[in-house]
């Protein structure tokens, strides 16, 4: 009759537990209880109303570009008035060698809200990028004075 060794017999243990241990792992959840929904919606929410920087802090200054490649929405954190129709966002996105920013605003007779898109510039589609965050600041112009409305953020 053929004999394993001690430390076979232990390896073989601990093969069997491993694969034991996986296979539980994988089990079924179905125990009758109620199971937590970690699914997501994309439902949309109401605008983000981001706070006035009166102290005028601002971040590397970009320019509006609308040629960006794969833009998507962001949120900006702060803004500054700039002037009576305009005002600056400010926001965290990558190196402004390789992507670019671009904005549009929708105002009302009580709101301003800042559509602000982020993407890859034209001419950086295909470049090796840097992964960095930068604090940014865009300028966007305003069809009417600001006044008193307030300013929201669509992201």
């Known amino acids: 009759m053929y004999r394993m ?3 076979r017999t ?5 093969a069997i537990m491993l694969v034991g241990l996986a296979v539980a792992g994988c089990g079924s959840s179905e125990d009758g209880a109620a199971q937590e929904n970690t699914t997501t919606s994309a439902t949309k929410t109401a605008p983000a109303t981001p706070v006035e920087d009166t102290g005028g802090n601002s971040g590397q200054l970009f ?7 794969g833009a998507h929405p962001i949120p900006f954190t702060s ?6 129709d305009r005002i600056a966002v400010n926001f965290q996105t ?3 060698e390789c992507y670019g920013v671009d904005a549009t605003a929708t105002e009302t007779d009580t709101t301003v809200t800042i559509e602000l898109r982020s993407g890859t510039r034209a001419d950086a589609v295909g470049r090796m990028c840097t992964m960095i965050a930068v604090f940014g600041t865009l300028e966007v ?13 669509a992201a």
């Open 79 to 84: 803004w500054t008035r700039v002037a009576d």
């Open 63 to 69: 320019v509006a570009d609308p040629t960006i490649v």
């Open 94 to 96: 990558g190196s402004p």
């Open 10 to 14: 232990v390896a073989a243990a601990a």
């Open 141 to 153: 112009p305003l069809k009417a004075p600001l006044g008193d409305r307030q300013v929201l953020s």
């Open 5 to 7: 060794s001690s430390a």
